[in-house]
């Protein structure tokens, strides 16, 4: 580590003296909201520069921006009849030119231009959502100290989001499973976009999504629109950036997570056509392929590598534009464990065991945004997903000799239509409609050796099947003026596996009032399928002889109501509350009294088979949300939230529980600021202090697990009690250096720089007969250099 503040204290020194002022292009494309038509004479420029740079749109709504300096600059768009919109915080390079895709909303009354500034990340890029869902810049993934350039890391500041570990990013909104989550890109629901996942989870170790190819998208956390569906706790709206379709360029990056190549430029003989592409290639794994980092020195090496692309086959067909995207990877580990790979208070069960995990995800998909009239757009997409995890595990018996003691694989292979028509009917009434199929196949095995008594291998599941889910929603906007909004939509989705059918009613209300107070409600049911793996579940009921007895499972649904006021001062300065209420039904429960219920799965890496469901349960979940924010202008920026909310829940035996996600509150804060070193040097320093309840949890009964020799919970305490709360400060800084057509940035990110030792949970040793705590990630830098040229 000294070595490495070294060079880097010795690259600042020797480019400091640089001072050449280095200029860039700036271009893009504005258009309307709701119809996409180009907006021609829109007046574009530079806000804060001297003397004002500036130009006005084409025919084709085009725009060019020649001579401006490498920094950080504020671009203003505004025309006759429409909101005006300010850009802050643009980062331009000496590499790359920046290409921006900018809408623009028209406004209700036909009068003289009204500026209005609208402010960053103030409202969603989906305007039906009007409450509690906010837009995310790509710039931010890589800001966020501690966030590893991983948008669902970097989602865990804002309010109502906790992580829910230190080693996979699984995010839990609102107290709900993260199961409840939905990841879409290119308006195309997605299978977990993470390396190391199960296809059961929501979350990985590291994710798949590259923070080079994302454009800007939405988060949303509650009351959603009735475009989203099959999620009950939140959304991930992604969007890829397109390419530059003028000239080629190149990016060079490595760092602890891998070694990257990326690159961008036209299609030729296709006109507007333009592709951008990154692939990656874990670090460790290429250190141990070169024999550098062996599985002796290092344990279970995490080796994966991935992809993802986006290529705009047409810019002005007549038949419409076309755009092909994917995104994919794989991913494995090999741990083996011995028992001096232990420490002595230390237990797993898996000592003289080796596991071999393998993970593939892939998405490929291709739209055509076809232009009806100028007021009509249908956007049409077709896409195949799909994902597998294989989990293979053996022990040691002598002479290097192994026995096979298990097995697992899961597999989906997903078919996807989709459909989505936006119809702009007055400047006050906007409709859009879609629909929705998803074809699903899936297979899951389960085997394992039963022990030298019975010397025999036994099957436990092996379960093929395959349903189609169908979506259809419909959405009404109307603008009652530029300052009121009122949306309508209903969404439904059918099941053909069971027949379960759901109908959703939602509704979202905006006000903003003078002096930027805006007060904002929505309401509305939303309802999620349970896992395939739950619904094909087989119980044996007599020798050889299964039953499907979780086939009729309904979706569990949610009532959300979430009512917020947000007040923006001093130009650059934010203050934001939220309080809501969720109700749960129809949970998956057991028939006989229990503890279980499907509100808490999601919690761990594996998914527990139940069997003989049934949709009795109920949970509730509701809390207060607060957000500051100053965003980035004066060359710094801050954000606190803090959440306070209670998650409960009642299984089969009516008993009224804390769920394990109830960790009562969270407290994030985090800010950063730039130092100019010259006009083309600039260091950059980021900070972020997470605070959070404890995780809840079932504790063991040690006299009992003494007894049994192994580990028994006391199941009538079930979660009554966290673990310690807990606590971690993140501090990141590098440097970014632009020189002619090359551009240089260098950062270290250094989670949990105090090193706190943050329980994750609490175990039984049956070699001591005592409980010992296993604990998160230490202190972990992680260091990265990126080229661009």
Not at 228 to 257: H, I, P
Request: proline residues 3%.
């Amino acid at each position: 580590m000294k070595k490495v503040l070294g060079a880097v204290i010795l690259t600042v020194i020797m480019n400091y003296s640089w001072s050449q002022e280095i200029k860039q292009v700036v271009r893009g494309k504005v258009t309307d909201r709701q119809t996409q038509m180009p907006v021609i004479g829109a007046n574009v420029y530079l806000s804060e520069s001297e003397p004002v740079i500036g130009t006005v749109t084409n025919e084709d709504g085009d725009f060019k921006l020649e001579g401006i300096p490498v920094g950080r600059h504020a671009l203003q768009v505004s025309c006759m009849g429409y909101n005006s919109l300010t850009l802050s915080g643009i980062i331009v390079t000496s590499a790359r030119e920046v290409v921006l895709e900018i809408s623009i909303e028209e406004l209700v009354k036909q009068i003289d231009e009204i500026v209005v500034t609208a402010r960053q990340k103030k409202d969603p890029l989906n305007r039906m959502a009007v409450i509690s869902a906010r837009s995310f810049t790509v710039e931010e993934t890589g800001r966020f100290a501690g966030a590893m350039m991983d948008p669902a890391r970097m989602a865990t500041a804002y309010a109502g989001v906790v992580a829910a570990s230190d080693q996979r990013n699984d995010i839990i909104i609102r107290g709900n499973s993260p199961l409840g989550l939905l990841w879409k890109l290119e308006d195309i629901n997605i299978p977990n976009p993470n390396h190391f996942a199960s296809i059961t989870t929501t979350g990985g170790g590291i994710s798949m999504l590259n923070n080079n190819n994302l454009a800007n998208s939405d988060f949303l956390t509650g009351a959603f629109p009735s475009e989203y569906g099959n999620a009950m706790a939140g959304v991930f709206d992604l969007k890829l950036k397109k390419g530059n379709d003028e000239k080629y360029e190149s990016m060079l990056q490595t760092g602890v997570t891998g070694l990257e190549l990326g690159l961008e430029g036209p299609l030729p003989f296709i006109e507007k056509g333009s592709f951008i592409g990154n692939y990656r290639y874990s670090t460790l794994g290429v250190l141990n392929s070169l024999g550098i980092v062996s599985d002796k020195d290092l344990p279970g090496i995490p080796k994966f590598q991935d992809l993802t692309f986006r290529a705009d086959l047409s810019g002005s067909m007549k038949s419409g534009k076309y755009t092909l995207f994917g995104l994919g990877g794989t991913s494995n580990m090999d741990l083996k464990f011995k028992p001096d790979d232990l420490g002595p208070d230390e237990y797993l069960d898996v000592e003289n065991q080796n596991h071999y995990t393998n993970c593939r995800t892939g998405v490929l998909g291709l739209s055509n945004t076809y232009r009806i009239s100028e007021n009509s757009w249908i956007k049409s997409t077709i896409a195949v997903t799909g994902s597998e995890n294989v989990v293979v595990s053996d022990t040691i018996l002598a002479h290097d000799q192994f026995r096979l003691i298990g097995r697992t694989r899961s597999s989906e292979a997903r078919y996807i239509m989709s459909l989505k028509l936006s119809n702009r009917i007055s400047s006050r009434n906007n409709l859009k409609s879609g629909i929705v199929i998803n074809h699903v196949n899936f297979n899951y095995l389960d085997s394992n050796y039963l022990g030298e008594t019975l010397n025999r291998y036994h099957v436990w599941h092996n379960l093929r099947g395959s349903t189609t889910l169908m979506e259809a929603y419909s959405q009404w906007q109307h603008k009652f003026n530029d300052k009121m909004t009122l949306t309508a939509g209903i969404h439904s989705q059918y099941l053909d596996y069971n027949s379960a059918f759901a109908i959703e009613p939602r509704t979202g209300f905006r006000w903003t009032m003078k002096n930027n107070h805006t007060f904002s409600f929505g309401t509305g049911l939303h309802s999620q399928v349970q896992p395939f793996v739950f619904y094909i579940y087989q119980t044996e009921v007599k020798p050889d002889k299964f039953i499907h007895t979780n086939r009729n499972l309904d979706f569990t649904k949610s009532i959300h109501v979430v009512a917020g006021y947000d007040h923006h001062f001093l130009k650059d300065f934010r203050i934001k509350s939220e309080i809501y209420y969720q109700y749960l039904y129809d949970i998956p429960v057991e028939n006989h009294p229990s503890l279980f219920s499907m509100v808490n799965v999601g919690a761990e890496f594996t998914m527990p088979f139940a069997d003989s469901l049934v949709n009795k349960g109920t949970g509730e979940n509701y809390g207060l949300e607060l957000t500051f924010e100053k965003f980035f202008s004066r060359n710094y920026y801050l954000l606190i939230t803090s959440s306070l909310f209670q998650s409960g829940y009642k299984g089969s035996d009516g008993i009224r529980r804390n769920t394990v996600f109830n960790s009562n509150y969270t407290l994030t804060a985090l800010g950063g600021t730039e130092l100019d070193l010259s006009k083309s040097s600039t260091f950059i320093t980021d900070a972020r202090i997470s605070f959070a309840g404890g995780r809840r949890y079932i504790p063991v009964d040690l006299e009992e697990s003494r007894i049994r020799g192994y580990e028994v919970l006391e199941n009538q305490n079930a979660y009554e009690q966290r673990l310690k709360d807990y606590f971690r400060l993140d501090y990141k800084f590098g440097f970014r250096f632009n020189r002619q057509k090359v551009f240089h940035y260098v950062v270290v990110d250094i989670m949990n720089v105090l090193n706190t030792r943050n329980i994750f949970q609490k175990v039984y040793n049956p070699k001591t007969s005592n409980i010992y705590n296993v604990y998160q990630y230490g202190i972990m830098p992680n260091i990265f250099y990126r080229l661009e040229f």
